[in-house]
């Protein structure tokens, strides 16, 4: 149930042109550290506040980070 409560909280802003998988690829997001990084010190730091480690680390395991 974790993993769906993550992805309606992903899919409500990252869908279409917005996917995760775009974000990952333009981005070059390829560890989880980098998306930690990304979401915590990054440009939408302030849209992401809300989001724990947890979920952080549940999208990293969604998109398959190392």
Known sequence: MSGNVFALKCDKCHKDDKSLNKIFQERQ?????ELFDKLRKGQK???HQH???K???????QMKLR
């Open 45 to 47: 730091a302030k849209l």
């Open 55 to 61: 979920d952080i680390n549940e999208a990293a395991e």
């Open 29 to 33: 997001v390829k560890t989880k550290q």
């Open 51 to 53: 989001l724990t480690d």
